[in-house]
């Protein structure tokens, strides 16, 4: 299992757009996510996931989240890359649908 938290310092509507286009693009695929939160935040928003594996996470990132950061923002995007994601381990998660109990 691999899990990340992010602090993003960017407006929650850039948040909104790409979780939308995200969202269209994998559909109910399986690809290895899940838990997906985020929420506002007084800097802009924090994203917590959990992936069933660190393949499963880097793959998502280069083959979804990278280009539809490209269409979504364009030239509008931030100047600099968003601050990397921190790992943790979980002291405790359930999700049933999924089957995971720690």
């Known amino acids: 299992m691999y899990c990340t938290i ?16 995200v969202g269209a693009r994998v559909g109910d695929r399986d690809i290895g996510l899940l ?28 083959e979804i989240l990278a ?7 364009g030239d509008h995007g931030p100047a600099t890359a968003p601050p990397p994601a921190t790992e943790f381990d979980p002291r405790g998660l ?5 089957g995971v109990l720690i």
């Open 6 to 21: 992010q602090d993003v310092p960017a407006p929650i509507e850039m948040y909104d757009r790409v979780h939308a286009a």
């Open 35 to 62: 838990m997906h939160l985020a929420k506002e935040s007084s800097g802009g928003f924090t994203v917590i996931e959990i992936w069933r594996s660190k393949a499963d996470f880097d793959r998502a990132m280069e």
């Open 67 to 73: 280009p539809v950061m490209r269409e979504v923002m």
């Open 94 to 98: 359930i999700i049933p649908a999924a």
